[in-house]
């Protein structure tokens, strides 16, 4: 069993930055594509950032540009730097861990965080 813990949520201003953090334990993080997905109030879970055990990244066309998704295989962390931000982006952020393969929705992923909020004022 992989388990994931987000840290760096809160709340900024439009136009601020944000760094979340999501330390794994509990399996050989390396063999794992993780992704960060995001839930607004009354809206489906998106994944917004992605990175696959080789490093390749994918974003949400929403987010392109200002977010950045970064792994440290040897601290077994994974990241999301946020810029620009908008009160758009306002959302309870999970981190998701996938076992190898890349995962293309959220329901693919096996693994998740508990989640932290992240609101952007306008």
């Known amino acids: 069993q992989v388990q994931l813990v987000e840290s760096g949520g809160g709340l900024v201003q439009a136009g601020g930055s944000l760094r979340l953090s999501c330390a794994a334990s509990g399996g050989t993080f390396s063999n794992y594509a993780m992704g960060w997905v995001r839930q607004a109030p009354g809206k489906e879970r998106e994944v917004v950032a992605s990175?696959?055990?080789?490093?390749?990244?994918k974003y949400e066309d929403s987010v392109k540009g200002r977010f950045t998704i970064s792994r440290d295989n040897t601290k077994s962390t994974v990241y999301l730097q946020m810029n620009s931000l908008k009160p758009e982006d306002t959302a309870v952020y999970y981190c998701?861990?996938?076992?190898?393969?890349?995962?293309?929705?959220?329901?693919?992923?096996?693994?998740w965080g508990q989640g932290t909020q992240v609101t952007v004022s306008s």
């Open positions: 998701a861990a996938r076992y190898y393969y890349i995962a293309g929705a959220a329901y693919e992923y096996e693994y």
């Open positions: 990175i696959t055990i080789t490093e390749r990244t």
